[in-house]
C-alpha cells in the first residue's frame, strides 16, 4: 500500500517534468533538471546595487549534496550564494547575487 512518501515521490516527477514546470539548467558543471524562479531584483543600501534572489527547486540526489548557507554555486553562467536550503528529497535553494 502507498504511503505519503511514495505519493511525494510520484509528485516530484510531474513538478521536475521539462513539459510542465521544468528545465535543464547547468549547476556547478553539472546538468540537471530543476526549476529555477525568479524574484523582482531589490535595492541594496549602495546606489546602483541590486540584490538578485532566485529559489531554485531540486532532488536533492540530482544535485548529489545539500547546499550550505554562503556556498558559492554556479547556476549556468552567473554565480549565487545559498542563503537557506529548506526541504527534504525536493529541495528549495534560496540563492543571491548582486548586479548593477
Known sequence: MPNFKDFLKSDMKVFLNTNEFADEHNIDGQDVTCIFDQEKSTPS????????????????????????????????????YVVDCVGEGLIEVILEARDS
Open 45 to 80: 543600501q549602495n546606489d546602483g546595487v541590486y540584490i538578485v534572489r532566485r529559489h531554485l527547486f531540486i532532488e536533492q540526489s540530482a544535485l548529489g549534496y545539500r547546499p550550505e548557507p554562503e556556498q558559492k554555486m554556479r547556476i549556468d553562467d552567473s554565480y549565487f
